[in-house]
């Protein structure tokens, strides 16, 4: 690690309520337990709905929110995470890494944003940077080819699996898709 980025620890925190919002439920489950074990004090929401309720009970030190929820956007809750609690580090999370939504997300009161899928490490040094220092990059980035085949997925399955569906989406020939699919995950 350079000495551009001063790395906080968890102990150093009195609150170390994080809320985690994203509705990929497995992905939502293995970072909620990966983030208990760094010492966080961890709750889950899987909607833009549940996220606000959540925030009814508890003001949390830390969030880490997905933009792209089933029920709306992530900034919605991130909105209200800053109103009740200013001082909240909150993590923007997306498969759909763009500048625009960057912006935004930092504009209503994120501290940073990672593509997905991001892993605890990631996470944990993005919640527990300090806010005045720039960013490290990644120590492992995912090359380009595997973030062409993470969307590739993502598309597929949000499409229910229809491989016609997703090659008309993604406008790409069916059988190069099937291809694809057949592939392994590149590194």
Not at 88 to 111: C, F
Request: aromatic share 4%; proline share 5%; hydrophobic share 40%.
């Amino acid at each position: 690690m350079t000495g551009s980025q001063k790395i906080i620890k968890i102990a150093e925190f009195d609150d170390k309520s994080l809320l985690i919002v994203d509705d990929d439920n497995p992905f939502r489950e293995r970072l909620a337990r990966a983030m208990e074990k760094k010492g966080f004090l961890v709750s889950q929401a899987e909607s833009v709905k549940r996220g606000l309720e959540v925030l009814k009970t508890i003001k949390p030190a830390f969030a880490v929110v997905d933009l792209r929820l089933g029920d709306g956007n992530g900034l919605e809750v991130v909105k209200e995470i800053q109103q009740t609690n200013s001082k909240s580090r909150i993590v923007m999370l997306t498969g759909y890494g763009n500048i625009p939504t960057a912006v935004a997300a930092i504009k209503e009161g994120a501290i940073d944003y990672l593509a997905k899928p991001a892993d605890a490490d990631d996470v944990e040094k993005a919640l527990l940077a300090d806010p005045n220092t720039k960013a490290e990059p990644p120590e492992n980035p995912m090359s380009a080819d595997r973030v062409k085949w993470e969307h590739i997925h993502r598309v597929f399955e949000l499409c229910n699996r229809n491989v016609s569906e997703t090659a008309r989406r993604l406008k790409m020939h069916r059988r190069t898709l099937q291809r694809i699919l057949s592939k392994r995950s590149p590194r």
